[in-house]
């Protein structure tokens, strides 16, 4: 019985161990500032570019950043490939 117990408070120590450092590691909002700047409305076939800026104040460090872009429906890409979904 005293060794189960002893197993359970150590099952129980690991998992906080583990819990604590996956809350530290985790990334906050709060400490990445995107900008993305571009106009808010365009006419059909307007050309238009988007400039995005990011700033990590964060103590993690953001190894390859990666950015999707969603375009809506019937978009055309400067190759004349149309979006379809």
């Known amino acids: 019985m005293?060794?189960?117990?002893?197993?359970?408070?150590v099952a129980i120590v690991v998992v906080a161990v583990l819990a604590a450092s996956w809350v530290g590691m985790s990334y906050s909002k709060?400490?990445?500032?995107?900008?993305?700047?571009?106009p808010d409305k365009i006419d059909a076939g307007e050309q238009i570019n988007y400039t995005v800026k990011f700033k990590n104040n964060g103590k993690v460090r953001l190894e390859t950043p990666e950015l999707y872009f969603e375009f809506p429906d019937g978009a055309i890409l400067e190759n004349t490939q149309k979006i379809v979904k």
């Open 2 to 9: 005293k060794f189960r117990n002893f197993l359970i408070i």
């Open 30 to 38: 709060e400490v990445l500032k995107l900008e993305i700047l571009g």
